[in-house]
């Protein structure tokens, strides 16, 4: 099964777990972040507010993605002739999905610890990289191993046969950029 991208409204943020995307608003009032001066949450209640998510259910957060409000401009735009379509994109995630599905037999999400260390062969500089992105960020050996299923996917959607410095860089962005 194939997860559907979630649409955020104003003042909230995708979070990308286990069980599908899920909208998750960024302050109480819900437009911290937007663009405007509509929020008038203080500092200290966008803390809390953030506060309230405990650490074990963070570390099972794959992507934590903050999408902007379009611009009226661009909404009223009616072509877009740089951004690619839906049916391109589309094609691009099944044959991601038909790749995974080919070379193990199920989706990456679905794989177990020794699988990935098998499928996923990292060289030197990505294992330093994933060394200090465990340091700095005091992942769990779940969000390690989350983080190489996450990079794996997009190496398919890069059509890459192997996880390279860009793949895993793109996924350590997504890992609690709150």
Do not use: W
Request: proline content about 4%; charged content about 30%.
């Amino acid at each position: 099964m194939i997860n559907s991208l979630g649409i955020p409204t104003i003042g909230f943020g995708t979070v990308n777990t286990r069980n599908g995307n899920k909208a998750m608003k960024l302050c109480p009032c819900g437009y911290y972040g937007d663009g405007t001066s509509k929020c008038h949450c203080t500092e200290d209640q966008i803390d809390r507010y953030k506060n309230k998510i405990s650490g074990p259910l963070l570390d099972r957060i794959d992507m934590v993605l903050t999408v902007p409000p379009l611009p009226k401009e661009a909404l009223l735009e009616q072509t877009n002739s740089s951004a690619e379509s839906s049916e391109v994109i589309r094609e691009r995630v099944l044959k991601a999905y038909n790749k995974q599905i080919k070379r193990q037999g199920k989706i990456n999400d679905k794989l177990i610890p020794d699988e990935i260390d098998k499928l996923i062969k990292l060289d030197k500089d990505n294992k330093q990289l994933l060394e200090m992105a465990i340091d700095k960020f005091n992942l769990s050996a779940r969000a390690y191993h989350r983080i190489l299923k996450v990079a794996r996917t997009i190496a398919d959607l890069d059509n890459s046969d192997s996880v390279n410095t860009q793949h895993l860089t793109e996924v350590i962005s997504y890992r609690r950029s709150n």
